[in-house]
């Protein structure tokens, strides 16, 4: 990703040892996607819900589009992308944390056209990705056996 302002910032602490965490969520393969593959995405609400592609790049279908998310996962660096729509990606890395490992996530408009309706199209785009986020902090939370929150 270029260097570029985000358009949020959202960070959180899990208890849990950083390679744990970066683990449980760069463990991506082609395949059914469930609590040991893309757990990031395995929220129940697309029970059916499988990646293809691989070993870093991935494609999940949503809502029958056979592209409907795009997924990047850079193991080494514990970073995990995620783009959907024609504007969103958001990034995920997991840091050293004095507590276990911080998660940092952060959103960034990649619109190659109309740049402009992001703004209008983006409007509460903070709010969502802190529910987003912390709906995945409760789920990490009871996998892992351990306290995760938002900063």
Known sequence: MTAKKPLCTVN???EAPCGVV????????????GPHNGFFLAHGTDPDLRLRGGPN?????????????RVEVDRAQAMLAVEGKWWFRAECRVLPHPKGARMTQQVFNIATSARWMVPMVAR?????QRGSMQRLLDRISGHLGCPAYLE
Do not use: C
């Open 12 to 14: 959180a602490v899990v």
């Open 124 to 128: 509460g785009v903070e709010g969502k």
């Open 57 to 69: 790049e991935f494609w999940a279908a949503i809502a029958g589009n056979l592209n409907g998310i």
């Open 22 to 33: 970066a683990a449980l969520l760069t463990t991506v393969s082609a395949g059914p996607v």
